[in-house]
């Protein structure tokens, strides 16, 4: 008796066992089931990062676009970038830019202060640059102090070859309406502007 009673016992505990053992692997495959879902959701949280970078892609467009200058005029050794041109409250336009020497030697930008005597103490600058308003038929020279000195950038010691510099130049405002404009300087190509407002 004692021995058939240690046999079921056995047979019993073996079950149970057994039991143990399946419930433990179900246990186990719910777990690789919630892994599956972890691994997709982790997978949704990566596609929202890549949403994000698609984001970022849209707004790309936009940052390069504001970049873009507003003109570009290339004369013999030299490159003239027009960046801005702004209308001010106090009743001028800057415009602003940069200039690149492509020739090999150095670059004054003595021809562009022009030719009236008023300007010839200007040296090489932007002081003979104008805008014109080709349909209101108006041209607008660089203004000037009460010394014939250009409001405009100067160019001392001259450009080196590759050299890359700002500029900038103030004209009289164009009437409110009048939003395109041709800018002008020396024997550069004329470059056609868009005014706007300033902040």
């Not at 676009?65 to 209308?87: F, M, N, W, Y």
Request: with cysteine; charged share 25%; net charge negative.
């Amino acid at each position: 008796m004692k021995l058939r009673r240690t046999t079921k016992t056995r047979k019993a505990t073996t079950a149970v066992a057994i039991t143990t053992g399946l419930v433990l692997a179900v246990a186990g495959c719910g777990g690789g089931d919630g892994g599956d879902d972890d691994s997709k959701s982790d997978k949704g949280s990566s596609s929202a990062p890549a949403g994000d970078s698609g984001d970022g892609k849209d707004e790309q467009p936009k940052e390069s676009a504001e970049d873009q200058p507003l003109a570009e005029s290339k004369g013999s050794g030299v490159t003239l970038v027009i960046d801005s041109a702004k209308r001010d409250e106090g009743g001028f336009v800057t415009v602003s830019g940069k200039v690149t020497n492509t020739s090999g030697g150095l670059w004054s930008g003595g021809q562009w202060r022009g030719d009236e005597r008023e300007l010839q103490g200007n040296g090489g600058s932007v002081a003979g640059a104008s805008l014109v308003d080709s349909k209101g038929k108006k041209k607008y020279l660089v203004l000037r102090d009460t010394s014939g000195r250009c409001l405009c950038t100067k160019f001392e010691g001259g450009v080196d070859s590759g050299e890359t510099v700002d500029w900038f130049a103030q004209f009289p405002s164009p009437p409110e309406g009048t939003t395109k404009v041709n800018f002008q300087v020396g024997a550069m190509p004329p470059a056609s502007i868009e005014i706007s407002e300033g902040e």
